[in-house]
């Protein structure tokens, strides 16, 4: 894999490896097929790091090449590397490589004018093609032909030949912003190396199609759009990340009832030095907790909360010493103390609270009918969390994993929305 990095109009190249399938909603295989516009062939699709380069070889029974063989005046063709041209056929005839340098090797005979001096007897057989070559094993992986003692090309001019290239394609994917590169099928080929690996057989890689680029979210087929949705998105998933997705209609609102869950938020201590919850309109009356104390306003007993003044020397200090954690006539909690703060908060500490609440979550859903709660790392949503939708209870727990990405299949001009599967 190549990572190209643009400084100016230089290219500076970075080795690496092709990435694996990162699974989020469904895995998106490193090699697969896809078919193309045509909608009969196919391609091969590579997954890997976004914009990068991956190098592929692509390797089967090969191509037909043809070559130009040249004839000395006295008719003899020398063949180097010969075990390289796999089914060699010369001035129409084949020749038995293989066969030719299971003899022992001669010296190369001369050629005065048109004339050669003796070569041994070599045996002739046939084929398909018709009848083989003479051939000559003459050392260093070189075969002597002499197509001109065969009678079938005059001396001293080029004989027309061909032979089976099974060498590997070799060539460079380039993978766009999702990851996903093409490489065009080749008919001879039967398996496919990438990045140096193992080669893996074409006829056993799976066809994902259809596949597309949104931004950078592989998607793959179109769901129905806008009401029917006949596909097999549920009305109601989560992704692995355990936010929440609901399947309505475009822009359609959303009421989502959350059940009593853990949720800390930042409190502060007024200037003398003790904590206040609530107000006469809000009155506050969830079980909290401060450090290792959990406190219950049901449990305090009632009476006034103190008023923090500044004295003249500019210090601050309740106009009535408090004795305990009370809770007053209109709804507030005022915390004195706690055990890690038996002689107050200080002033204008901040502190973490923790209590359970229930809430309603008003959603819209977007133009293709998705509406979410989303999982935040700052705020994750557990596995146990319950909560009501049209008037049906659930746990995320058990929800159904799902994978949906809104996309535009129009234009920026005339867009056209639709949701698609999502792979990664």
Known sequence: MKRIIRIGSIGLVIAGAIAGAGEVFAEVPAISLSVNKDGVSKNIT??????TQVPVALLGAGTQVTKSFRANGCGHIVIPNAASYAGLIVAGKGVNVNSAFLASPIAPPTC???????????????????????????????????????????????????????????????LNACGLGTVSKVSTSTSISVNGGTAVDIGSLTDISPLRCS????????????????GNLPDVFKDSQ??????????????????????????????????????QMRPYTTPFTIGSDTIDP?????????????????????????????????????????????TGFGDRRILSITASASATRNLKANTCGLASIK??????IVSALG?????????????????????????????????????N
Request: glycine share 10%; net charge positive.
């Open 46 to 51: 590579i997954f890997g790091t976004p914009r």
């Open 112 to 174: 005065q004018g048109m004339v050669s001096s003796a070569l041994p007897t070599a045996s002739h057989a046939n084929n398909a093609l018709g009848e083989l070559h003479s051939a000559w094993n003459i050392g260093d992986g070189k075969l002597l032909l002499s197509p001109g003692a065969d009678a079938t090309a005059p001396n001293g001019r080029f004989v027309d030949g061909s032979y089976q290239d099974n060498s590997a394609k070799q060539r460079f994917v380039t």
């Open 215 to 230: 931004g950078a979210k592989v998607v793959g087929a179109e769901y129905d759009h806008p009401a029917s949705f006949t």
């Open 242 to 279: 355990n936010s929440i997705y609901f399947k309505v209609d475009s822009n359609a609102a959303v009421v989502v009832g959350l059940a009593s869950q853990p949720a800390a938020r930042s409190v502060t201590s007024d200037r003398c030095g003790g904590l206040t919850l609530g107000s």
């Open 298 to 342: 049901a449990a305090l007993s009632v009476g006034l909360k103190p008023n923090c003044k500044k004295k003249s020397d500019g210090s601050y200090a309740y106009d009535v010493a408090p004795t305990a954690n009370i809770t007053t006539s209109a709804g507030q909690v005022f915390v004195k103390s706690t055990t890690g703060y038996p």
């Open 375 to 380: 999982s935040k790392a700052t705020n994750p």
């Open 387 to 423: 909560f009501t939708y049209n008037g049906i209870s659930y746990t995320v727990n058990d929800l159904p994993l799902g994978a949906a990405s809104c996309v535009n299949a129009g234009t920026s001009a005339s867009p056209n929305y639709k949701l698609y599967r999502a792979l």
